[in-house]
């Protein structure tokens, strides 16, 4: 099962900023950069922050990511009906061998 | 710009070995910069890695698989492929191959796939 715990949905109208939360522990987001994946219905996810906070070219500067300590934040402005889709944080976690981890999700809703 | 193409037979049965391949287009296997890796997605739920390589053949399994879970490259046919043994319904799921960046920075650990094949979905099913 998942190791990273997102809220399982969250909604707002256009214009709207809302935040997901993504929780993890001591060996993964504490030590390592966090990233953040885009899944649009029916298709592959995308890369929408990595670096934690960096955004790759293409991906507007509505989004943002953070961290602190265990947690790690993303935001999205001006909330708008394309960001409708599902959000996965993710963080390579120092347990074991090591292994990367994603978050359990979370659904966007553009009311 | 470089494309990721999974292919693959779309029903396995139980006990029997899921073998999946991906073509990388438009850029080289061989590079320095970049681990090429697996993820998969059971219908309607959430992500999980199921393993990367480098061209060289090093390789980094989820632990839960280790055991049933091959990865191989071929340099020549610029592919990678995954193999999976035993499988049960529990491996029934969209495979995706990704292209990943992994590397040191002072704030930990960089690793992160930034580009994505459009999936392969598998059945595990008699």
């Known amino acids: 099962q998942s190791v990273l715990t997102q809220p399982p949905s969250t909604s707002g109208t256009p214009g709207q900023r809302v935040t997901i939360s993504c929780s993890g522990s001591?060996?993964?987001?504490?030590?390592?950069?966090v990233t953040w994946y885009q899944q649009l219905p029916g298709t592959a996810p995308k890369l929408l922050i990595y670096s934690t906070n960096q955004r790759p070219s293409g991906v507007p500067d509505r989004f943002s990511g953070s961290k602190s300590g265990t947690s790690a934040s993303l935001a999205i402005s001006g909330l708008q009906s394309e960001d409708e889709a599902d959000y996965y944080c993710a963080a390579w976690d120092d347990r074991l061998d090591g292994l990367y981890v994603f978050g359990t999700g979370t659904k966007v809703t553009v009311l | 710009q470089v494309q990721l193409q999974e292919s693959g037979p779309g029903l396995v049965k139980p006990s029997e070995t899921l073998s999946l391949t991906c073509t990388v287009s438009g850029g080289s296997i061989i590079s320095s910069d970049y681990y090429w890796g697996w993820i998969r997605q059971p219908p309607g739920k959430g992500l999980e890695w199921v393993g990367t390589i480098y061209y060289s053949g090093s390789t980094y399994y989820h632990p839960s698989l280790n055991g049933r879970l091959a990865m191989s490259v071929d340099t020549s046919r610029n592919q990678f492929s995954l193999k999976l043994s035993s499988v049960s319904a529990a491996d029934t799921a969209v495979y995706f191959c990704?292209?990943?960046?992994?590397?040191?920075?002072?704030?930990?650990?960089?690793?992160?796939?930034?580009?994505w094949g459009q999936g392969t979905l598998v059945t595990v099913s008699s």
């Open positions: 990704a292209r990943t960046r992994v590397y040191p920075t002072t704030a930990g650990n960089n690793y992160f796939f930034d580009t």
């Open positions: 001591s060996s993964n987001i504490k030590i390592n950069t």
